[in-house]
């Protein structure tokens, strides 16, 4: 089946410009997560959530930050004003699991990310 | 704060050589610790987890080895090949009630493996 989803894959702003990138998770996953990815490091997390609710969005580096997943698939990432330390790629995930379950798998699985270069 | 430590940041193998990437924590809520493989260009792909109630797992050519007193963990990459080329996060996560079981990345290692 297909995987996570994410549009656009390349987005080039001037600083100051409002940015929106998509994430379509995996058919059915409960929770979702998008993570921020600095060129050379690992990703770190950004915001989760169950279904449509937001459960974490500890995150998150700005009010200028800002998610949705009104109908508990598609999630939108939001980001005002860009600025040019907001330059990185951004991975959404989904997983099948709801947070906290114990025992098995906690996989999360990865789209293929959003590049944003803020000029 | 950097919770995970990965090194090396970059490793050349030859073929057929054996690939080694190590990781420490500080979080001992820690509780799962899967390890992701990436592409350029792709998203990181999960390649094989251990909990730490194990001291080692392995999936084919792939290995963890845990060590929960030292709060450490490693990859092994066994006959590595070129297609094997990428770079690899180690990651871990914690069930805490209340917040998400997000994961928590090093830094990453580019491997090369030369043909």
């Known amino acids: 089946g297909a995987g996570v989803s994410q549009s656009p894959r390349y987005k080039v702003a001037k600083r100051g410009q409002d940015v929106a990138l998509r994430c379509d998770p995996i058919s059915g996953h409960v929770s979702l997560f998008w993570y921020q990815q600095a060129l050379g490091q690992g990703p770190e997390f950004l915001t989760y959530?169950?279904?449509?609710?937001?459960?974490?969005k500890s995150g998150l580096p700005s009010d200028r930050f800002f998610a949705e997943r009104p109908e508990g698939s598609v999630s939108t990432l939001k980001i005002q004003r860009t600025q040019q330390e907001d330059s990185a790629v951004y991975l959404c995930a989904s997983s099948p699991r709801r947070r906290g379950l114990a025992g098995g798998k906690d996989t999360q699985y990865f789209g293929p990310g959003t590049r944003l270069t803020v000029l | 704060q950097q919770q995970v430590k990965q090194s090396p940041q970059s490793l050349i193998v030859q073929k057929g050589g054996i690939s080694i990437i190590n990781c420490a924590y500080e979080?001992?809520?820690?509780?799962?610790f899967p390890w992701y493989q990436q592409f350029p260009g792709k998203g990181p792909a999960l390649l094989i987890a251990i909990r730490p109630d194990v001291s080692e797992k392995k999936e084919g050519r792939f290995t963890i080895s845990f060590n929960k007193s030292a709060k450490q963990f490693s990859l092994h990459i066994m006959d590595s090949q070129p297609g094997d080329s990428a770079t690899y996060f180690c990651?871990?996560?914690?069930?805490?009630?209340?917040?998400?079981?997000?994961?928590?990345f090093g830094s990453g290692t580019q491997l090369t493996v030369l043909p």
């Open positions: 990651a871990a996560t914690a069930n805490t009630s209340g917040s998400a079981r997000q994961l928590t």
């Open positions: 959530f169950q279904n449509e609710a937001q459960l974490d």
């Open positions: 979080n001992t809520a820690f509780d799962y």
